[in-house]
């Protein structure tokens, strides 16, 4: 079955990776102008307290050290071994680490599937082989190594580690990119204040891969957030199995996912091909693991500040005080759009702060002190504290514009011991001591921002994470709902192939209680005329055909036929459009329906996802589907639950809820049906390149929903 293995996926041990006893560096040299040189001199300035090994046939010293011919050579076996050499030389090297047993190798050397020619991606699959024979563990090809801040370990020729070691942290940061990795995030959040605790920039990903080094850095006791940038995230099912653990941790990992375009989406024979971009799919299942996932590298380390405190907020409400009215006014738009609500306080709340400020008689969320509190020592704090405590209140900015030392300390110790967060909004300096910045109550494990929208955006996306982790830890296990059948389901596929026709499609989802209206199927216009006479009112004529996938485009649909002789001339015409558009296609007859009125169109969807593999598609359907482009989507299977959650993420999900009159929509048994679906995704996705019900006609409130069409495309 095709159903999620989290339980099932492994990571490899990377200690030594990280942390070795002994390393070498195979083309260390002193040339300052060569990476090696860079490389093997920041290995040294770094402090590693183990042995260091350097490697060049051509040299007897380097920096002092004894520099050895070959890895043969070495007194010890190294743990991990730096390799800089010509992109061919590296295969031999590589071997040579198999055959004396080094577990690890990072490959900086570039010339390999980067340059996208099929010679160089034939040299790094030679690479891969080799290490695999070996049994080496590859980081790069391509790649600018890793920093471990925790045990002095430096891998790398990175200038951002340059002068004076910075004190280990507690955020972790992987990505593919070297430059972006290593100046956007690493030293620019250093420089911000934050402490960093590991840092991987790994290049091709040949063999370990980005999700690998996060795997390590979700299980360090020293690492409390991961933030990622990933170029590609190969493995679909290793992500989910990494965001599960990351979760049942508590370890947020938020994460840049570059290309948010459509380009990478395929096209398919279905309408659910035709609206599918990949960067949607990642976004929509981002979300639904608990990845927090952000624009820029600055929001990457950004949201960390609030992410690495741990402090879960217990909803989406927010308290903001100032003396600034323009930056209450500022911050209260920029949040809103971030989904945070100011709530009105309790009246104990209302009380206290008018008993802090005299005349001060409008309280209002967001407060304004204005010039009340100037002046007056302790009041800014003590009317901070007075918001936290408030119970509809779940987090708290307060805004700090150029303000004396005690005003400042006063809000970093409530930030320090309030058990909720505290997002503090500086956008001047301190009035009375100079050294007292933003970057120094950052390093003591405040958050602080700059600007405003930084702040909503991070305190938004701690307010969400910690609503995934409530959903977590109140959902109970995924089972199938009642009735789903999936082994007939694989006999009636099995018996349709290689082209399902839209009955036996909708036979087979029957199989997971998701029915259509009454149906027939007639071989002759006057036999659809004799069986159109036994429904009750109107009813709808479609081609039946395995060739024929999209029935509206031939001429193969007739609505709301009113009579025998209508329906007599209708399946004629129809008989005769699809064999004049196709006329290759074999025909098998024409569906007569139950005309089916009164219902909102949705569809149900799967497609392929190059990275998540079979992925569960909702929106609105029928005919328009690729106009109104109003669609979500989620990793199956989902309960039903989660299903009305994913048709709140719907731009015109107020219609379901009625609109001018009409009726709300059957929204429990379209849930209902959205689970199933999706159990139907989990077990049979495998088997299948594409399936959509399109449209799904969802009636009014407790009339249930109707499977109208219905599309397999099997996997060949």
């Not at 020293?222 to 190969?234: D, K, P």
């Not at 990642?282 to 500040?305: K, P």
């Not at 982790?469 to 009735?483: F, K, N, T």
Request: aromatic content about 6%; some cysteine.
């Amino acid at each position: 079955m095709d159903r999620p293995t989290e339980g099932l996926v492994a990571f490899p041990d990377l200690r030594r990776f990280f942390a070795p006893r002994r390393a070498a560096l195979v083309g260390a040299t002193e040339d300052m102008a060569k990476f090696g040189g860079r490389c093997l001199r920041q290995m040294l300035d770094f402090g590693f307290m183990g042995d260091v090994f350097p490697v060049n046939p051509n040299r007897t010293e380097v920096f002092g050290r004894p520099c050895f011919k070959s890895l043969s050579d070495l007194p010890a076996v190294p743990d991990h071994v730096g390799i800089v050499l010509p992109a061919q030389a590296c295969i031999a090297a590589v071997a040579e680490c198999g055959r004396l047993g080094i577990p690890f190798a990072t490959v900086f050397s570039s010339g390999f599937a980067e340059l996208g020619t099929e010679a160089s991606r034939a040299l790094q699959a030679e690479l891969l082989k080799v290490a695999r024979v070996g049994g080496v563990r590859l980081m790069g090809p391509n790649c600018n190594g890793m920093i471990n801040f925790v045990d002095r370990f430096a891998l790398t020729s990175t200038a951002t580690i340059s002068g004076p070691r910075r004190q280990a942290g507690d955020v972790g940061i992987v990505g593919q990119s070297g430059g972006a990795t290593q100046v956007n995030v690493m030293w620019r959040a250093q420089e911000a204040g934050l402490g960093v605790s590991y840092q991987v920039s790994s290049g091709n990903d040949a063999d370990l891969d980005l999700l690998d080094y996060m795997a390590f850095m979700v299980e360090d006791p020293q690492t409390r957030v991961v933030l990622a940038l990933a170029e590609r995230v190969a493995d679909g099912a290793r992500l989910r199995a990494l965001a599960s653990r990351a979760a049942e941790l508590g370890k947020p990992i938020a994460m840049i996912k570059f290309g948010r375009t459509e380009a990478g989406a395929r096209a398919a024979a279905s309408h659910t091909g035709a609206v599918t971009g990949a960067d949607a799919v990642f976004d929509a299942v981002a979300r639904q693991l608990g990845i927090v996932r952000v624009n820029d590298a600055a929001e990457l380390y950004e949201v960390a500040m609030l992410l690495r405190q741990g402090k879960r907020p217990a909803g989406h409400r927010a308290a903001a005080l100032s003396i600034s009215g323009g930056n209450l006014v500022l911050l209260t738009d920029l949040a809103a759009d971030q989904g945070i609500s100011f709530p009105e306080y309790a009246p104990e709340t209302v009380a206290r702060l008018r008993g802090l400020v005299p005349g001060f008689m409008a309280v209002n969320n967001p407060t304004d002190l204005s010039a009340g509190a100037i002046g007056n020592p302790d009041i800014f704090g003590q009317a901070a504290r007075t918001l936290l405590e408030d119970p509809n209140v779940d987090a708290a900015v307060p805004v700090l514009t150029i303000a004396p030392k005690a005003d400042i300390r006063a809000i970093a110790e409530l930030a320090a011991t309030a058990p909720k967060p505290v997002a503090v909004l500086w956008t001047g300096r301190c009035s009375d001591d100079s050294a007292l910045t933003p970057q120094s109550l950052v390093a003591e494990g405040v958050a602080v921002y700059r600007d405003a929208l930084p702040c909503a955006q991070a305190l938004s996306r701690t307010m969400n994470w910690a609503a995934f982790l409530r959903r977590r830890q109140d959902a109970p296990p995924p089972v199938p709902p009642p009735g789903c059948d999936a082994a007939a389901a694989r006999r009636l596929l099995q018996a349709a192939r290689p082209s399902p026709t839209e009955r036996s499609a909708r036979a087979v989802l029957a199989c997971y209680g998701l029915h259509g209206p009454r149906e027939a199927l007639a071989a002759t216009p006057e036999e659809a005329a004799t069986q159109a006479a036994t429904f009750d009112g109107p009813v709808v004529l479609k081609v039946v055909s395995p060739d024929i996938l999209h029935k509206t485009e031939v001429g193969g649909v007739r609505l709301g036929l009113p009579g025998p002789e209508a329906v007599r001339q209708g399946a004629a015409e129809i008989l005769v459009s699809a064999a004049r558009h196709v006329p290759q296609a074999r025909i098998e007859g024409v569906l007569v329906q139950e005309m089916v009125t009164g219902g909102q169109e949705m569809l149900l969807g799967m497609a392929r996802d190059a990275t998540f593999g079979p992925v569960l598609t909702l929106g609105f359907g029928g005919v328009q589907v690729e106009v109104l482009r109003d669609v979500t989507f989620r990793l199956p299977p989902v309960d039903a639950a989660e299903a009305t959650r994913l048709l709140d993420e719907l731009r015109l999900a107020p219609l379901l809820r009625g609109h001018r009159g009409t009726p709300p929509a059957d929204i429990p048994a379209l849930a209902d049906a959205i689970a199933r679906f999706s159990w139907f995704i989990a077990d049979l996705g495998a088997a299948l390149e594409e399936a959509e019900i399109n449209p799904l006609a969802v009636l009014p409130e407790g009339r249930g929903v109707r499977v109208l069409d219905a599309l397999l495309v099997p996997r060949r």
